[in-house]
């Protein structure tokens, strides 16, 4: 069973920097269309970034020219540095996995991911 495990969330000032990290349990995940998620109580889950598997990204208007999405293949880690924070920044982070495909969409949207981390919790003030 695959698991995905966030990691490097936490409270920043605004205008600071966070670096948030997924590995898969199994190894070959990020060979799969990735992304990172963020959520606030009562608004939707909004799709923050994708990468798939040919390297090609695909931003959120709200974080583009702030944030970057990476991966490492060998190292099957997902990355999300984030730059510039604002506390409108402040969510739980989710990183997912669409085992089914490389490629990513043009949209990020939830239904269309199958493998999710648990979050983590990203603070700005």
């Known amino acids: 069973h695959v698991q995905l495990v966030e990691s490097g969330g936490g409270s920043v000032q605004a205008g600071g920097s966070l670096r948030l990290s997924c590995t898969a349990s199994?190894?070959?995940?990020?060979?799969?269309?990735v992304a990172w998620f963020r959520q606030v109580p009562g608004k939707e889950r909004e799709g923050v970034a994708s990468?798939?598997?040919?390297?090609?990204?695909r931003y959120a208007d709200s974080v583009k020219g702030r944030f970057t999405i990476s991966k490492d293949n060998a190292k099957d880690t997902l990355y999300l540095q984030m730059d510039s924070l604002t506390p409108e920044d402040t969510a739980i982070y989710y990183c997912?996995?669409?085992?089914?495909?490389?490629?990513?969409?043009?949209?990020?949207?939830?239904?269309?991911?199958?493998?999710w981390g648990r979050g983590t919790q990203v603070t700005v003030s």
């Open positions: 199994k190894l070959g995940y990020m060979k799969y269309c």
């Open positions: 990468i798939a598997n040919d390297g090609t990204e």
């Open positions: 997912a996995a669409e085992p089914s495909r490389g490629p990513c969409w043009r949209e990020t949207r939830s239904k269309d991911f199958g493998t």
